[in-house]
């Protein structure tokens, strides 16, 4: 089985960078209202950022997998909330596809055992969102698999 896992460009592990304390997240859509990128903000300005990335399984298919980058400052097209969490667990989502095995999603829980999830949408380089709060009613609930095909794993 071939293996597709998250893209994280940065030195030290990607769980620990998901831990801690978040105060607001900006979640960036285009016209289609899908959300393509969603950062998580942290106390220090500092974010984390999260989008899909599309990848070919043959001549006919492709998945999406996360792809997390460290960023600072925001973006002007973009959607700005509260999001007060202090997350202290991450578990990897997977899928199997076409003897493939992808990581399509992150599941974050946080002290209270709140669960949010970051997961590939079904279009092409969207996502899918749960448990953030969503203030310009955007599309978040378009999941490219159904929740019962998810193999969830500890990070």
Request: hydrophobic share 40%.
């Amino acid at each position: 089985m071939k293996n597709l896992g998250y893209f994280w460009s940065e030195n030290s592990p990607l769980a620990e960078s998901l831990i801690g304390t978040f105060t607001g997240i900006t979640i960036n859509a285009l016209s289609h209202r899908r959300p393509i990128r969603i950062t998580l903000w942290r106390p220090s300005g500092d974010g984390i950022q999260v989008t899909s990335k599309m990848h070919e399984l043959n001549d006919r298919d492709e998945i999406g997998t996360l792809s997390f980058e460290l960023v600072r400052g925001e973006s002007g097209d973009s959607v700005t909330a509260e999001w007060q969490a202090e997350i202290r667990e991450i578990e990897r989502v997977s899928v199997i596809e076409h003897d493939w095995r992808a990581s399509i999603g992150v599941r974050l829980i946080g002290r209270q055992n709140d669960r949010y999830e970051i997961l590939a949408g079904v279009g092409p380089y969207t996502l899918a969102l749960v448990g953030f709060p969503n203030p310009s009613q955007l599309i978040v609930d378009d999941f490219a698999y159904d929740p019962a095909a998810y193999c969830v794993t500890s990070f």
